[in-house]
């Protein structure tokens, strides 16, 4: 390996290396909570890649110079020295960035010619995305990602400086680097130091080549325990190894792969939608969908609960639906999807997949291991969520709640007494079947899969008897995987949830996964949780 290699590889071992409080907040009065960077300073702040200005202020909206991110870089490099002749005048042996500099000049991370390097000089945010450029071609990271990007989509493309673009290109395509939402991508501007945090935690999974799960943290328990877990049963000679034929893993879905609540579970809103709101079937409604509707409105404003609602929620979706055509109602989800998620920004109903755990999907996947979907979600509605989406699985891995499906000129006719006939379609039958938690979950994975699981993943209470399941007397070596939905800052999360959770994880010997701490992003770059 070369040495520039070695030395940028070093970047992710050691910028990655997240203390359990590092998404915790630093206290800096002038960072809110709230603030779309938040989660981001936190962690480099924590790592030590960047400090504050003092006073307990980060300067969020204050110009990060070149000399400052130079230095960044360098200190997660670890601070090497090296033995190379300063190249600029402007920069004397003593200055505290002075080893920096001669750091980047030597790898090549800068190319400034000799002469003044500028230290002071607010770097722009071009130049920050070439820098970071170098880095990832260094460390051996795939950098044609972005070769394709269309910038000149960018209203200000032409004001990139010259040589600089590919670096653009790249920092677009990795989504580095976003625009300001009217078609400006700010190319000179100079780059925040709430950006060049942001631009930290964003390149980090870049640089990460090769590994499965470069969205995860590397101090992150859950990776390691799984990465251990696949190499033990993947090895033949291993006493714990597992045909392919029995590498089974069970996923729940709601908070599991998804986004659970905003500010209710998808297909409470969409029942909300059909009933109460949609033009062309709200005044067509029945008095019980109302009657249900109305308890998720009250559910979503104030936090009541109600007793019972999970199967009559169950019961109004049957029949709201009622006569569609599986493809008509798939259509209907669609469209749905496409409404924004009202706490996020930059995020539809469909998109709130955590990207964390898809890389855990696809890193199952290239192992052999058949993943099934086990819902309490409506079957229809999880297969609707996951059609067109990343989380490629086929509809025959996806079970959920269930509803009767008939045919279009069926009637009241027994399905017995019926035989399905050329002009025939399949519509919704309006009867509710079965709602698809707890004990339920094992009932149905032994009628639809026929085998034990060895992978259980789930974030519930709804989902302890699944993993009850995968992991109690289980031939093979298993595992059960919950999620903690401890994150504020990015998330609608809740900690009071997340620490009930970690606390039954303990009892019951599941391995926890701290949304917070574990995950370096959730949904993506240009995503922002407000909190509304």
């Given at each position: ?129 070439y820098l970071m450029w170098n880095c990832a071609k260094r460390a051996g990271a795939d950098v044609s990602i972005g070769e394709n990007t269309n910038i000149l989509s960018y209203n200000d493309a032409f004001d990139i400086t010259q040589g600089y673009a590919p670096a653009i290109q790249w920092a677009c395509g990795a989504g580095l680097m976003n625009g300001d939402g009217e078609g400006n991508l700010m190319p000179n501007a100079s780059l925040t130091r709430a950006q060049a945090a942001a631009l930290l935690v964003r390149m980090l999974p870049a640089l ?134 009202p706490s996020y920004t930059g995020m539809k109903r469909g998109e709130g997949w955590y990207k964390p755990m898809l890389q855990v999907v696809d890193y199952l996947k290239a192992n052999g291991f058949t993943v099934y979907i086990v819902s309490g979600t409506d079957r229809l509605i999880v297969r609707g969520i996951a059609d067109h989406s990343p989380l490629g699985l086929p509809n025959r891995q996806i079970i959920g709640s269930d509803e009767t499906i008939v045919s279009s000129n069926q009637g009241d006719t027994e399905g017995l007494n019926y035989v ?113």
């Amino acid at each position: 390996m070369k040495k520039s290699a070695r030395i940028l590889c070093v970047i992710l071992c050691l910028a990655m290396l997240i203390p359990a409080a590092a998404a915790e907040s630093d206290g800096y009065t002038d960072v809110s909570d709230k603030a779309w960077y938040a989660w981001d300073v936190n962690y480099v702040t924590g790592q030590g890649l960047m400090n504050g200005v003092g006073g307990r202020s980060f300067a969020p909206d204050g110009a990060l110079t070149r000399a400052q991110l130079v230095t960044v870089l360098w200190r997660a490099a670890g601070e090497p020295v090296v033995n190379y002749i300063m190249p600029y005048e402007d920069v004397s042996q003593e200055e505290w960035y002075s080893e920096a500099v001669r750091w980047a000049a030597a790898e090549k991370i800068t190319d400034r010619a000799s002469g003044d390097f500028e230290p002071d000089a607010a770097i722009e945010r071009d130049e920050a995305a070439y820098l970071m450029w170098n880095c990832a071609k260094r460390a051996g990271a795939d950098v044609s990602i972005g070769e394709n990007t269309n910038i000149l989509s960018y209203n200000d493309a032409f004001d990139i400086t010259q040589g600089y673009a590919p670096a653009i290109q790249w920092a677009c395509g990795a989504g580095l680097m976003n625009g300001d939402g009217e078609g400006n991508l700010m190319p000179n501007a100079s780059l925040t130091r709430a950006q060049a945090a942001a631009l930290l935690v964003r390149m980090l999974p870049a640089l990460r080549t090769g590994d499965p799960l470069s969205l995860w943290t590397d101090s992150a328990e859950a990776a390691k325990a799984l990465k251990a877990y696949i190499e033990a049963i993947t090895d033949e000679t291993s006493a714990d190894f597992i045909p392919e034929v029995d590498r089974v893993a069970v996923f729940d879905l709601d908070g599991t792969l998804f986004c659970e609540t905003d500010p209710n579970y998808f297909d409470y809103t969409l029942l909300k939608y059909r009933v109460l709101e949609d033009p062309d079937y709200k005044d067509k409604a029945s008095e019980f969908e109302r009657e249900v509707a109305n308890k998720i409105k009250t559910q979503n404003e104030t936090g009541a609960s109600f007793s019972g609602l999970e199967v009559d929620h169950g019961r109004a979706v049957a029949s709201a639906f009622a006569g569609m055509t599986v493809e008509e109602f798939n259509a209907y989800i669609q469209e749905f999807k496409k409404q924004s998620m009202p706490s996020y920004t930059g995020m539809k109903r469909g998109e709130g997949w955590y990207k964390p755990m898809l890389q855990v999907v696809d890193y199952l996947k290239a192992n052999g291991f058949t993943v099934y979907i086990v819902s309490g979600t409506d079957r229809l509605i999880v297969r609707g969520i996951a059609d067109h989406s990343p989380l490629g699985l086929p509809n025959r891995q996806i079970i959920g709640s269930d509803e009767t499906i008939v045919s279009s000129n069926q009637g009241d006719t027994e399905g017995l007494n019926y035989v399905f006939k050329d002009g025939d379609e399949l519509i919704l039958g309006g009867d509710f079947l079965i709602k698809n938690l707890k004990m339920n979950k094992v009932s149905v994975i032994m009628q639809e899969i026929g085998q034990q699981p060895v992978l259980s993943f789930g974030n519930s209470t709804g989902d302890s008897s699944m993993a009850e399941y995968v992991t109690y007397a289980n031939k093979y070596k298993s595992l059960a995987f919950m999620l903690c939905c401890d994150d504020t800052l990015r998330e609608n999360g809740s900690e009071s949830k997340a620490q009930k959770m970690k606390e039954l994880c303990e009892e019951f010997d599941w391995v926890p996964v701290s949304m917070k701490n574990d995950w370096m992003t959730i949904y993506g770059s240009g995503v922002t949780y407000t909190g509304k």
